[in-house]
């Protein structure tokens, strides 16, 4: 005779809930966190077949030790002039930040996000690629465009939507586009860089081009389904691009075992998809940008895409809408064991003694007044709130090549419904 449950000698089934370690109110301790020293990992050749290293998506590959020295085989050995560059551009985008953050706390914009604790990720990238390499970023490689010199008043018209807007306020603040600048349009909607940069990529390859494409999403996106279609594309036609995966161990207010991040790597997804793998220090600057010129040496002979796992801590909320006192324990920044990039890269300099702490000092206080100077020019052309920055038919302007006959119907109904309403569009 059958029993209640059908198979009453088996456990019941159950899930498992990831739990972050540490909650708000709770001491910090990283020390579980597996750091291998600096200099330890191997540098393969970039001929070599991704099978042959597939230690290298569970390591850490670093250049810079804890006393600020550059270590072992991935060191760049870069002139102290491109290290000054480096270190100014990181400081650059620490001041920005740090600006346009207070700017929406004014209430001048509506939205901003900072990539605090996360700057040698995109500088030290951009720094080690083609000018005219392809970048297909997120939301938090900003850096990008301040290494590649594009006009920090530019960026605040986009910030403030206003009448300098080159994007004419159709896209939330923050969200650029710099053709010139090979900066594709961000997106809200989270990893569809991925494809696109992917597809660009192949493109590249298909027209006999030499350029490669870069794209970069955070730890959480690698959970979208584009996410892995890009990867396959990517592995299966050895696409010519480098995939950066930016581990700042939060997605939001999820950390980052709810994209998988208990049970492996976020570099070891490469292993599967027969890709290259590499896990980096991302708070090390030299070590992203050891990692991002080995990976683009591979995409520029034709031995296929790079998977890199940059490995940092995103220091403080996700946005300006955030509130991360709220889930994660204020501890962990100061906690983080791979330390702050801007000290780190600082450190390496007065080491070899090409700075020095006035000079470092100095050098934010010029960064500030210029990122102060810059603002003050972008606010000519407007801030949130005050009136409406673009005319109101451009609006349906930007999309389409040519305007298809439905939008034109409504964008006319649109102005013959302010005229009719008696209150003039243009605001300015
Ligand atoms: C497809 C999609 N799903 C959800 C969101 C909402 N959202 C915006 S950012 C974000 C977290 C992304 O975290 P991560 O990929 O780790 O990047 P990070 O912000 O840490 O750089 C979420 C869930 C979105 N914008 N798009
Ligand atoms: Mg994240």
Not at 91 to 120: H, I, N, P, V
Not at 134 to 154: A, D, K, N
Not at 313 to 325: F, I, L, N
Request: aromatic share 8%; proline share 6%.
């Amino acid at each position: 005779m059958a029993s209640e449950h059908p198979r009453a000698n088996l456990p019941t089934l159950s899930l498992h809930v990831p739990e972050p370690k540490f909650r708000p109110g709770d001491a910090v301790d990283f020390a579980a966190v597996g750091i291998p020293p600096a200099g330890e990992a191997r540098r393969p050749d970039t001929a070599a077949h991704p099978g042959d290293f597939t230690d290298l998506a569970y390591t850490l590959v670093r250049v810079l030790d804890d006393d600020g020295h550059a270590v072992g085989p991935w060191n760049p050995r870069l002139s102290p002039d491109m290290l000054r560059k480096m270190l100014r551009n990181m400081a650059l985008l620490r001041a920005f930040d740090e600006r346009m953050f207070r700017a929406q706390r004014q209430g001048k914009t509506s939205f901003y996000m900072k990539a605090l604790g996360e700057e040698a990720v995109a500088v030290a990238a951009t720094h080690a690629l083609d000018p005219d390499d392809m970048c297909f970023p997120s939301y938090r490689q900003q850096g990008i465009l301040i290494t590649r010199g594009y006009p920090l008043v530019e960026m605040m018209n986009q910030i403030y939507s206003n009448r300098g807007d080159k994007l004419q306020g159709k896209q939330l603040p923050i969200m650029y586009s710099a053709r010139d600048h090979g900066f594709f349009s961000i997106s809200g909607n989270l990893t569809t860089q991925y494809p696109q940069a992917v597809g660009w990529a192949m493109a590249s390859a298909a027209k006999g081009d030499t350029r490669i494409a870069a794209t970069w999403c955070g730890e959480g996106s690698t959970a979208e389904g584009d996410f892995h279609s890009a990867c396959t594309f990517a592995a299966v036609y050895r696409a010519p691009v480098i995939l950066n995966i930016v581990n700042n161990q939060w997605a939001i207010s999820s950390f980052s075992g709810f994209a998988g991040a208990e049970s492996t790597t976020f570099a070891a997804r490469a292993v599967g998809y027969g890709i290259a793998g590499l896990r980096v220090d991302g708070n090390d600057a030299l070590a992203v940008y050891a990692a991002t010129l080995w990976a683009a040496e591979r995409a520029r002979t034709n031995q296929g895409p790079t998977l890199i796992e940059h490995f940092t801590y995103r220091a403080e909320g996700h946005s300006t809408s955030d509130d991360p006192t709220q889930y994660r324990s204020a501890g962990e920044p100061n906690a983080w064991p791979l330390g702050d990039p801007v000290r780190r890269l600082k450190d390496h300099l007065i080491g070899l003694r090409e700075w020095d702490e006035d000079r470092h000092a100095a050098q934010d206080k010029e960064l500030a007044d210029l990122v102060k100077a810059e603002q003050k020019e972008a606010e000519k052309n407007g801030i949130l709130g005050h009136g409406l920055h673009q005319p109101l038919d451009t609006l349906f302007d930007g999309v389409f090549e040519e305007m298809p006959w439905h939008l034109k119907e409504q964008r006319a109904q649109m102005l013959a419904e302010e005229t009719a309403s008696g209150r003039p569009w243009d605001r300015k």
